[in-house]
Nanobody, 114 residues
Framework: QVQLVESGGGLVQPGGSLRLSCAAS????????LGWYRQAPGKERAWVAS???????FYSDSVKGRFTFSRDNAKNTVYLQMYNLKLEDTAVYYC????????WGQGTQVTVSS
């Protein structure tokens, strides 16, 4: 069974940085586009960033220029480096394929607060 395990979240002040990681239980990365998604309190889950099998990357307008998507196929891990975090980035962050095809993991909480 494929599992997605996100980690790296935490509490950070506005303007701070965090790096999220997502590990999979199987080697899905080499054959799938992958993405990061987030769900803010009271809102639906939304796409944040994704790639095309380790090639081009794409970002939502709200994070473009602040977040960087990357992957390490050897480690079956994708990352989301987040800079200049804003209050509105507070959410539970998830990874999945892009488009979504796998069960959701538990996510990792990112809280931006002063």
């Amino acid at each position: 069974q494929v599992q997605l395990v996100e980690s790296g979240g935490g509490l950070v002040q506005p303007g701070g940085s965090l790096r999220l990681s997502c590990a999979a239980s199987r080697s899905i990365f080499s054959t799938n586009n992958l993405g990061w998604y987030r769900q803010a309190p009271g809102k639906e889950r939304a796409w944040v960033a994704s790639d095309i099998r380790g090639g081009n990357t794409f970002y939502s307008d709200s994070v473009k220029g602040r977040f960087t998507f990357s992957r390490d196929n050897a480690k079956n891990t994708v990352y989301l480096q987040m800079y200049n975090l804003k209050l509105e980035d507070t959410a539970v962050y998830y990874c999945n394929t892009a488009p979504v095809t796998l069960p959701w993991g538990q996510g990792t909480q990112v809280t931006v607060s002063s």
